[in-house]
């Protein structure tokens, strides 16, 4: 009788460390999103939001309002609302992304090609100028209904339908160095990030999302329609963003900046420390403290908002954040924008 009850005790003793070691839940984290609702229909996108220029959204030359790149809101045509993005021939909008080097992320948007048109984007690993850059995806869509994405310096074909909307979404896992691209759900294509297109090599690395109305290499005529933009941070959990070790410690650039009132900071330790990561005025005074504990080995990102917690009605202007653990410090400026 013991024995039976010792074993049925065991037995649940099992089950609850089976249960304590089941995988983690992942919650996406929203980086950016747009569904254009914010602008005015007629006036062109970078124009319409020049304070924010290089945080939402810029042109390929950076000059906003420029009559051959920035495309223009139009409110004839949504996936959902009222307003989306007509890009035409020649257009060139650039979506800035501020250069991650880890973390698993997604960019997606939903398009509309009307019949006898052509589209296309692509995501960039790095942009150093429009003249020197680094392609890590294209995708073509020409006048017969036919689709093409080369990355990882291969290709790989697909059909899709005119005169409807139609859902994009690229997955770049750059702790993995890996990518993947998901047309209408179904997945296109998976390669290695770093390989790039044509043959080429790019930087482990995620910069610009280019949407294009162009017609290399494709004939013309371009034109198309874009609505609900959205970028995510897929491996959030609770906190830690990456359970592999990294091999230094960083600092990465607050996203978005300016910001107003939140923004998110990543950072990545490469051994068990002590960390501080604190937020301080131009005059040096300290505003808040958004770490400080003893981390281990891996990568992190926490939020810092401008009206919370500590924090009460920040005005707007320019802050610093530091973090310091063990012999590594780092410092980087963020700016308020209300």
């Not at 009788?1 to 992942?26: E, N, R, Y």
């Not at 044509?198 to 198309?224: E, F, K, N, Y």
């Not at 400080?292 to 500590?310: D, Q």
Request: glycine share 6%; with cysteine; charged share 15%.
């Amino acid at each position: 009788m013991f024995t039976k009850f010792f074993l049925l005790c065991l037995s649940f003793v099992f089950i609850l460390l089976l249960s304590s070691f089941s995988p983690a839940q992942t919650d996406s984290l929203v980086l950016f999103s747009d569904d254009f609702e914010s602008y005015t229909a007629g006036g062109q996108i970078a124009c319409q939001d020049t304070i924010h220029i290089n945080v939402n959204w810029n042109t390929w030359n950076s000059i906003p309002c420029d009559l051959t790149e920035d495309p223009y809101v139009t409110n004839t045509n949504s996936y959902s609302g009222t307003n989306s993005v007509w890009i035409q021939q020649d257009n060139d909008l650039v979506k800035p992304i501020p250069n991650y080097t880890y973390g698993k992320y997604s960019i997606s948007f939903y398009m509309y090609i009307p019949t006898d048109y052509t589209a296309s984007w692509g995501q960039l690993a790095a942009f150093y100028n429009p003249d020197s850059t680094e392609w890590g995806f294209v995708a073509k869509f020409d006048p017969s209904g036919n689709g093409y994405i080369n990355g990882g310096g291969s290709g790989a074909p697909f059909s899709f339908s005119y005169d409807m909307w139609m859902h994009n979404e690229l997955i770049v896992d750059l702790n993995k160095d890996s990518a993947e691209y998901y047309f209408e759900g179904s997945l296109i294509h998976s390669w290695q990030w770093t390989l790039a297109i044509w043959g080429d090599t790019c930087a482990r690395q995620l910069s610009v999302t280019d949407i294009m109305g162009s017609d290399w290499p494709l004939p013309d005529p371009s034109q198309w329609y874009l609505d609900d933009f959205m970028l995510e941070r897929l491996d959030t959990i609770v906190g830690v963003k990456d359970f592999s070790v990294p091999t230094e410690f960083a600092l990465e650039q607050n996203y978005p900046n300016p910001f107003n009132p939140v923004t998110s900071i990543q950072y990545a330790v490469s051994s068990r420390q002590f960390v501080s990561l604190k937020v301080y005025d131009v005059l040096g005074n300290e505003i808040a403290t958004l770490v400080s504990e003893e981390k281990s080995a891996g990568t992190y990102e926490v939020t810092f908002s401008s009206h919370s917690g500590e924090v009460r009605n920040l005005p707007s202007g320019i802050y610093f954040y530091r973090l310091k653990a063990g012999n590594f410090v780092e410092t980087k400026k963020m700016i308020l924008l209300k």
